[in-house]
């Protein structure tokens, strides 16, 4: 295997610095480099392709762990509508059009649904290097097409398990397709509230001992362990590395994690895409050229059509619609993964798999050219379109900058729904790990100290164990939000709403009593009415116990601050608080911040005298210097190197003062190049200069000698006969015969000797 790792990394090097060279995204480049060492071009004896596939699993891993660093269920919800129609709408649309698509091409149902799956999900690390190339990152649509794509990603793993249903059994089961959504749904927000409760809290007391090796080996094995349960729990390794990701993302380490495993990410992504490359056969590629067109046609169109339509739905303007459209004109990573499961499991045709790739490499290719298209598209559009379809648009943007008001009814449904889900989920997942790891084993070990014919005891410790972990949790399902605004609110508009929030409370309550009910019936054989009489009666004792009331509002909290815990270490850290930022998109203004590099030639120069206000349009709102923030700088406040600059304004503005900036940083370059390059390399090197008569500084003290002013040197001994003064004082004597013994630059001492 280290034979077929060298030759795979030696390859991936060489095409990828190609790749810099020609400005293309390194992914091609690792493709590629997987073709030319594939056994398809060099033959099998160069790489086993058995060892570069397992490489390519592990490399699935750690690239899903990555993915799940960069996403953020707490941000998910926070997107609001677009994200979410957006994402629907794509993949509602390019699903039905990939299923439809290969159908016609005459595949059967299962490779024709395979690529549907495949073609409705753009590629998150392309749209990124696109943008960042383009300079676009900062502009409106860009925040758009990151929120589609978070979304698509959480989507892609629900559809893998969804696909992984309908393979094995070669149909469509709505009934199936539930239970392993609802399967699905239980596993993620388990973990995702056990995580936040254990893992923040666990390297908050760890954290004086987590320097950077440590948090690595800490997070790569948290990674493999999730890892290790999601396969226990009949999901795919892939999964349980994206959920592990996401729940370290909401950690106050987040950040640090992900720049360490930066270089993780980077070595396995190379060997996954090396591997997948290694997939592709040239001729498979000539014999499909022409599916490999028309669905490379297919995936562009679609998602421009399928992406502008959901963003307009969502209340975005036609501008923004179409940009962000535009940039996600491209097959993304998830669908390497999909096609190469799909294979393994053997439910598709193995031609697949080389022609989405070969349509993924296109459509990467073509992302910058068609970012570049989606102005001249839109103006054209518009130019087009007619005047009652752009008015409703146009109604359609305005009705999205105004506050829906949300019954006071359906506000507090939504809260007591989720917690409910919430609390009992937790307790079903806690009841069935404890049911099967730990109860038999306690039971017999109780009953081993008791007499003959007292095996009731084992049973009753075990009961009693179970319902005390359980008891915080039943606690809160049952009496969550009992004294909400919303709640008091209802209970003092009338007898009407009070018989319906007593309503919802018995419903709760009896939610409570069957999970203790079923905790009793699992030790012992009771009739109906003892078995709910015994339930009432603990469900009660729960309600009514001041020690169970303190413990689950101590673990709400704790639960609260780990999750808020990177929110507020981010809003401490914020340039510009998030509600000053939100009042301003409702004005078509957004912020956006840029660091001044040390060439650049604003450096040094007041804001009154570069009159950005004037130049560009744009308004500089704060200037983040270390930890000195500078808010609404006035004109005689100068900028110096790697400062942050905060500014205000529209898309338009804060591109023509990226793009001053930009001219600034070149200006900068070419007066330094202009200098000469020996001021630069210039070192500080020890002379030895011996005084002789007739030099200007002979019979001086140090201090007027002023060597120093001229030669831009430090004095650091003077040898005097057989006495050598080291770093003298000021005061001591510069004698004809001393040997000065300097530190500076050579060619500017060259002023000290004798003209």
């Known amino acids: 295997m280290i034979h077929d790792l060298g030759i795979i990394m ?81 993949v509602i649309g390019m699903m039905s059009v990939g299923f439809m698509l290969g159908r016609l091409m005459g595949w059967n149902e299962m490779n024709a649904l395979f690529l549907g799956g495949m073609l409705c999900m753009s590629s998150t690390t392309i749209v990124f290097k696109a943008l960042d190339d383009l300079g676009l990152r900062q502009q409106k649509f860009a925040g758009i097409c990151f929120g589609i794509l978070v979304v698509e990603d959480l989507f892609a793993v629900v559809l893998m398990v969804l696909l992984a249903s309908i393979a094995v059994k070669q149909q469509f089961d709505g009934q199936e397709m539930l239970w392993q959504v609802t399967k699905l749904a239980a596993y993620l927000l388990f973990w995702f509230v056990a995580g936040i409760m254990l893992i923040p809290t666990l390297l908050k007391k760890f954290r004086e001992y987590l320097n950077d090796e440590t948090m690595t080996i800490v997070a790569l094995g ?70 490999i067109t028309i669905i490379t046609l297919t995936v562009i169109i679609g998602q421009i059509v399928f992406a502008s339509l959901g963003i307009v739905l969502s209340g975005q303007p036609l501008k923004v619609a179409m940009q962000s459209a535009f940039a996600l004109t491209q097959v993304g990573e998830f669908a390497f993964i999909i096609a190469q499961f799909g294979e393994s499991i053997g439910v598709t045709e193995k031609f697949l798999y080389p022609v989405v790739v070969a349509v993924s490499v296109i459509t990467t290719f073509l992302t910058p050219y068609t970012l570049r298209l989606a102005e001249p598209a839109n103006r054209w559009v518009e130019a087009h379109l007619p005047e009652r379809l752009r008015r409703r648009i146009e109604n359609l943007s305005k009705g999205h900058d105004t506050i829906a008001q949300h019954s006071i009814w359906k506000a507090l449904l939504k809260k007591v729904a989720l917690s409910v889900a919430i609390y009992f989920i937790v307790s079903i997942f806690v009841m069935t790990f404890y049911f099967q790891l730990l109860s038999g084993w306690l039971v017999d070990m109780v009953n081993q100290f008791m007499p003959e014919g007292y095996d009731w005891v084992g049973r009753l410790v075990g009961l009693l164990l179970i ?67 015994i339930a009432v009666l603990a469900v009660f004792a ?95 406040e100068r900028v110096y ?36 390059l020996d001021s630069r390399r210039a070192t500080v090197s020890l002379e030895q200069l011996e005084v002789v008569a007739g030099m200007p500084f ?17 004095i650091l001994g003077i040898e005097h006969g057989e006495e050598t003064i080291m770093n003298p004082d000021a005061s001591v004597i510069i004698n004809e015969g001393d040997t000065l013994i300097l530190a500076g630059e050579e060619k500017k001492m060259q002023v000290l000797l004798p003209q």
């Open 641 to 676: 190197p790697h400062d942050r600059i905060v500014v205000a304004g529209s898309d338009e503005q804060i591109h023509r003062f990226q793009e001053l900036l930009e001219n600034a940083d070149r200006s900068g370059t070419e007066q330094i190049a202009q200098q000469g």
């Open 10 to 90: 030696l390859v991936a090097g060489a095409i990828s610095l190609l790749c810099k060279w020609l400005k293309q995204p390194v992914v091609l480049g690792y493709i590629v480099a997987g073709l030319l060492a594939g056994p398809y071009v060099c033959g099998s004896s160069w790489v086993n392709v058995e060892s570069a596939e397992t490489w390519g699993q592990v490399g699935v891993i750690f690239l899903l762990f990555s993915l799940g660093l960069e996403f953020s269920f707490k941000k998910l919800m926070q997107m609001g509508s677009t994200a979410f129609i957006g994402c629907i709408t794509i």
């Open 222 to 291: 948290l990674c493999l362990g999730m890892v290790l349960l999601a396969q226990g729990a009949g999901f795919s390794e892939a999964l349980g590395a994206f959920v592990m990701g996401s729940i370290l993302a909401e950690t106050v380490e987040a950040e640090r994690i992900e720049h360490l495993m930066g270089p993780v990410k980077n070595l396995f992504g190379a060997i996954f895409f090396v591997s997948v490359g290694m997939m592709i056969e040239p001729a498979t590629l000539a014999t499909y050229w022409l599916p």
């Open 542 to 636: 729960m309600l009514f116990s001041k020690k169970i009331q303190q413990q689950s509002t101590f673990i709400e909290k704790s639960f609260m601050a780990n999750l808020s815990a990177r929110e507020v270490e981010q809003e401490r850290k914020r340039a510009v608080k998030k509600e000053f930022e939100n009042a301003l998109l409702s004005f078509d203004l957004h912020l956006a911040d840029f660091e001044l590099r040390p060439e650049s030639t604003y450096c040094g120069r007041p804001l009154m005298e570069l009159d950005l206000r004037r130049t560009c349009g744009v308004t500089v709102v704060r200037i983040v210097r270390g930890g000195l923030n500078v808010n609404i700088p006035g004109g005689n």
């Open 698 to 714: 002979c019979g001086k003290t140090v201090g007027e000698s002023k060597i120093r002013e001229m030669a831009q040197c430090a």
């Open 467 to 533: 319902l005390v972990i359980l008891a915080s949790f039943i606690y809160k399902m049952v009496t969550k939000h009992l004294r909400a605004v919303e709640t008091r609110r209802l209970w003092i508009e009338g007898s009407y709403h009070r018989a319906s929030i007593v309503a919802l409370f018995v419903a709760r309550l009896l939610l409570g009593l069957s999970i203790i009910i079923f905790c009793i019936s699992h030790y012992f054989t009771l009739t109906s009415g003892m078995l709910f009489g």
